[in-house]
């Protein structure tokens, strides 16, 4: 897990149970995206919840969530 950890203390990361998280403090969770079944066999990570766009469709939806966690490394993570 990536952890952004800016200097007034807030921290930000993709949640993924790596470390419990509850031990830094106060933890506020938030939605970033939905990866959603789109037909047969296609799968879409909606990121619109922090002003991304829809990726996809892929065939799998581990290959979704990948994308979802590789676009919020790049484009969501290090906001402010």
């Given at each position: 897990?990536?952890?952004?950890?800016?200097?007034?203390?807030?921290?930000?990361?993709?949640?993924?149970?790596?470390?419990?998280?509850?031990?830094?403090?106060?933890?506020?969770?938030?939605?970033?995206?939905?990866?959603?079944?789109?037909?047969?066999?296609?799968?879409l990570s909606?990121?619109?919840?922090?002003?991304?766009?829809?990726?996809?469709?892929?065939?799998?939806?581990?290959?979704?969530?990948?994308?979802?966690?590789?676009?919020?490394?790049?484009?969501?993570?290090?906001?402010?």
């Amino acid at each position: 897990m990536e952890l952004l950890i800016k200097t007034n203390g807030q921290a930000r990361c993709v949640y993924d149970e790596a470390i419990d998280l509850t031990k830094l403090g106060q933890v506020t969770i938030r939605r970033a995206s939905h990866v959603e079944p789109k037909g047969v066999d296609q799968w879409l990570s909606d990121l619109s919840p922090v002003g991304g766009p829809v990726l996809g469709p892929f065939a799998t939806r581990s290959a979704a969530l990948a994308a979802e966690v590789a676009w919020l490394a790049a484009n969501w993570l290090s906001q402010s």
